[in-house]
Each structure stands twice: as structure tokens, then as C-alpha cells.
Nanobody, 121 residues
Framework: QVQLVESGGGLVQAGGSLRLSCAAS????????MGWFRQAPGKEFVGVISRNGASTHYADSVKGRFTISRDNAKNTVYLQMNSLKPEDTAVYYC????????????????WGQGTQVTVSS
């Protein structure tokens, strides 16, 4: 069982930046691909990073503005969000894929509780 806890959400003006963090429990973090999703109201894929951080994949809507990174020593994945737009307003979730079966992952086994990001115009 893996527990994921997101943090770093908040209120920011359009054009601003936020960095979200997702801390994972357990000792197998480096074996999980880690994804970010958002919901407002439908759930949308944001991006994913491979187990060793060498590969990333992003939704077109965030490409060039958002960057995913990870620190396996700290069991943490990050989502750096720049040039934020009001349409980025959502609850952001991190998710873990332990299977390693596909790249990008087709499914995620573990999810965090989410953190709210609100971008004002």
C-alpha cells in the first residue's frame, strides 16, 4: 500500500507560478512512475514522469508551462507550474503506477487526496 500526500496548492494570479509536491510513503517510490492529474470538473491528465526521472510526458494544454521532477531520495514528486491561467484552476492529484507495464502508464493504482489550485484573472 502506498500513501500519497499532495501539498503546495493555493491561490495565485494569472501569470504566476506554483510548485506542488507529492510525498509518498514506503520504500518502493523509485519503482513507480508518477503522474499528475487535475479535476475541474472532469478529470484530466497533466503529466507523468518515469521511475528514474529520465522521461516525462505532458498534456498539450500544459506543455512548455508545467514541469514534473522527482527526488527519489526524498520519495517526492513535484509539479512546477508557470504562466498559470484561470483555466488551470482545479484540484490537482498525484498518482502512482507500480506496474511498469506501459509508457506512458495506462492506469494508476494509488492516488492522493488532492490539493486545490485557484488561478485568478
Amino acid at each position: 500500500q502506498v500513501q500519497l500526500v499532495e501539498s503546495g496548492g493555493g491561490l495565485v494570479q494569472a501569470g504566476g507560478s506554483l510548485r506542488l509536491s507529492c510525498a509518498a510513503s514506503g520504500r518502493s517510490f523509485s519503482r513507480y512512475a508518477m503522474g499528475w492529474f487535475r479535476q475541474a470538473p472532469g478529470k484530466e491528465f497533466v503529466g507523468v514522469i518515469s521511475r528514474n526521472g529520465a522521461s516525462t510526458h505532458y498534456a498539450d494544454s500544459v506543455k512548455g508551462r508545467f514541469t514534473i521532477s522527482r527526488d527519489n531520495a526524498k520519495n517526492t514528486v513535484y509539479l512546477q507550474m508557470n504562466s498559470l491561467k484561470p483555466e488551470d484552476t482545479a484540484v490537482y492529484y498525484c498518482a502512482a503506477d507500480p506496474s511498469g507495464s506501459n509508457w506512458p502508464p495506462l492506469a494508476y493504482a494509488y492516488w492522493g487526496q488532492g490539493t486545490q489550485v485557484t488561478v485568478s484573472s
